[in-house]
């Protein structure tokens, strides 16, 4: 079974994406990715990633491999978002 991320956070991402956030994602391997929140898309084996403008053009990060995301952009809905488990679907 694939698996996803809870409904709640993925939420989150969403909204991230619809204001076009700048974030910063540290991921479970504890590497570090900062970009702007473009889109969620799903792969042929229903993988979701998270599209993300960075300053070395566009880069996919599977939402199953998120930890945190912290958002850089001033005023934004909320500050910090972390990702605790996945669920199955």
């Known amino acids: ?3 996803h991320i809870s409904c709640d956070l993925h939420d989150y991402i969403e909204v991230a994406c619809m204001y076009g956030y700048q974030v910063r994602l540290i991921l479970k391997d504890q590497s570090i990715v900062e970009g702007k929140a473009k889109d969620i898309l799903t792969d042929a084996k229903k993988r979701e990633f998270l599209l993300l403008e ?3 053009g566009s880069q996919q990060v599977e939402l199953i491999s998120l ?3 912290e958002v850089l952009t001033p005023g934004a809905r ?3 978002v972390v990702f605790s488990g996945a669920c199955e679907s």
């Open 67 to 69: 930890d945190k995301m």
């Open 54 to 56: 960075t300053g070395s």
């Open 78 to 80: 909320f500050s910090e």
């Open 1 to 3: 079974m694939t698996q």
